[in-house]
């Protein structure tokens, strides 16, 4: 349906006769014969926002609200088929439910992956496959970073929905020392800043604590009063929910979620999430 309309009946009138609707079209729209009547020349594509690759990866997907959840997304983001293909394979539907309540995973499926929160920028995990380290038996915090930066808007559409790359190893003085981020993000949705900080060892509680200054930093000396509080987020490659709870503050808005450099095994995903959902009923 075009934007700004509210209904069909807005666009075409629609005419009851003896055997079959037809459509009165706007005068300067071409009219086309069908067997059934008469219909706009450009009809499928005001109806179907897709094309017709993108509904053949659609149709292969069995779960009724996961393959709405595609679609909205392919559709609002203007998804290549390669991009909703690579999407549907890095589980990106799993992900980001195993990363709600489950309340709000209906909503997820009807109205696609839209921040309304600083949580809903998170997912279980982040899929870094694209940085191209998966091969690597070890490799340093800055080697990830560089990585990402060169595929900066791999890393952007993987983060998700209205994101902006402002400045890497972003550097900032206090008390007459310097401080460096790794990468510095704006989300126009929520209207705040998103600091990222890579870390290739598992979490620990001082990564916490210095997330956790970075994001006071920004709030006191760099957000501006209409923006809403910064948000921090630790990408580790392994974390410890238990060390996080006991670290930081309740109302923090700093969160660590691991990463991995390959795609997830999908069907594991999805017999968690069933697993995760079924526990709430």
């Not at 997304?73 to 309540?101: C, F, H, M, P």
């Not at 340093?140 to 060169?150: F, K, N, P, R, T």
């Amino acid at each position: 349906m075009p934007r700004g309309i509210k209904n069909r009946a807005d666009a075409w009138e629609v005419r009851p006769i003896r055997k079959a609707p037809y459509v009165t079209a706007p005068t300067d729209t071409k009219i086309v014969q069908s067997q059934t009547g008469q219909f706009p020349s450009d009809y499928a594509s005001r109806v179907f926002k897709l094309s017709w690759t993108h509904y053949q990866t659609l149709m292969r997907i069995e779960d009724h609200d996961e393959r709405d959840f595609y679609e909205h997304e392919a559709i609002r983001e203007n998804w290549s088929v390669k991009t909703l293909r690579r999407q549907y394979g890095s589980s990106l539907y799993e992900r980001l439910a195993l990363s709600r309540d489950k309340d709000e995973v209906v909503r997820l499926s009807r109205e696609g992956s839209v921040p309304q929160k600083p949580e809903d920028l998170l997912k279980s995990p982040f899929v870094l496959e694209f940085a191209g380290l998966g091969d690597k038996a070890a490799y340093h915090e800055s080697d990830l970073e560089s990585a990402v930066v060169d595929k900066i808007q791999d890393f952007l559409m993987e983060m998700g929905t209205g994101f902006l790359f402002e400045k890497r190893q972003k550097r900032f003085s206090f008390n007459d020392r310097d401080y460096y981020l790794d990468l510095v993000l704006y989300n126009r949705h929520l209207r705040c800043y998103v600091l990222v900080d890579f870390k290739a060892d598992l979490l620990e509680h001082q990564d916490l604590g210095q997330m956790m200054m970075y994001v006071n930093y920004y709030d006191r000396y760099v957000r501006l009063e209409d923006e809403y509080p910064t948000v921090g987020i630790l990408l580790c490659k392994g974390t410890d929910e238990a060390l996080v709870q006991l670290t930081l503050p309740e109302d923090a808005h700093v969160y660590a979620r691991e990463y991995k450099l390959y795609l997830p095994d999908k069907n594991l995903l999805q017999q968690k999430l069933s697993e995760w959902l079924e526990e709430g009923q």
